[in-house]
């Protein structure tokens, strides 16, 4: 079956400081993966995403490459802001099949 | 726009008691909606597909008639936790499908959660 495991939270960073969130997965076949984004008080939100192999999904500043050889699609920002204070979530999905499976979630804290 | 509400976002309610979430798409239709489940420190677990018109697809594991799940309207979904006990407390969330052809790449559109304790 599929599944996606991530960097357990929470994570504190100082503003301006270098993001990296872990995510690496199990999946048959060939998976689109996913970070999606929680600010307080809202519902998820779709930060960006890789359909294949060696794609490199960015948005916000924010990126991550599909890395199949190393089943893994980190998440990167290279100097954090406040605002990007959030739960991030990174997912997968098969192909043909509108399911996702989650990771359990990473909670960001970045402190100015 | 893809603006997905969910009523109410916390309820207390006692134990034996059935609570109905409600699930909207706000500026979208949607012939599809999901339910997710979250315990602390868990990540989100399917627990059913609704779909306008037709019985919800539940996954394995999750007693359809304990979370009853409506999807009358191409709207407005909701799930109904029946005789709820203390192990029903959790974050309920729901997400929506867009209906059309735009959607190719089949996104959903989550609701803020509610959060369920039963006492």
């Known amino acids: 079956g599929n599944s996606v495991t991530q960097m357990e939270g929470p994570v504190t960073l100082s503003e301006e400081a270098f993001l990296t969130i872990n995510c690496t997965y199990t999946a048959t076949g060939y998976p689109s993966l996913f970070w999606y984004v929680q600010y307080p008080g809202e519902g998820l939100q779709l930060l960006l995403k890789a359909t294949k192999a060696d794609d490199k999904g960015s948005n916000k500043g924010f990126e991550a490459t599909y890395r199949k050889e190393t089943t893994s699609f980190h998440l990167e920002k290279g100097s954090v802001q406040v605002s990007d204070s959030a739960v991030y979530f990174c997912?997968?999905?098969?192909?043909?099949?509108?399911?996702?499976?989650f990771g359990t979630g990473t909670r960001l804290t970045i402190i100015p | 726009g893809a603006v997905v509400s969910q009523h109410p976002s916390w309820v207390i309610c006692k134990s034996g008691t059935s609570v109905k979430i409600e699930c909207r798409s706000l500026d979208f239709q949607a012939t599809t909606m999901f339910w997710y489940r979250q315990f602390p420190k868990q990540s989100l677990m399917l627990m059913a597909t609704s779909n306008e018109g037709s019985k919800a697809t539940y996954e394995q594991g999750v007693e359809k008639d304990k979370f009853l799940i409506n999807h009358a309207s191409l709207t407005l979904s909701t799930l109904t936790v029946t005789s709820a006990h203390p192990e029903d407390s959790s974050f309920y969330i729901c997400?929506?499908?867009?209906?059309?052809?735009?959607?190719?790449?089949?996104?959903?559109?989550f609701g803020p959660g509610t959060r369920l304790t039963v006492l």
């Open positions: 997400s929506a499908r867009p209906s059309g052809r735009a959607n190719s790449y089949n996104e959903q559109f």
């Open positions: 997912a997968l999905r098969n192909f043909g099949n509108e399911k996702l499976t």
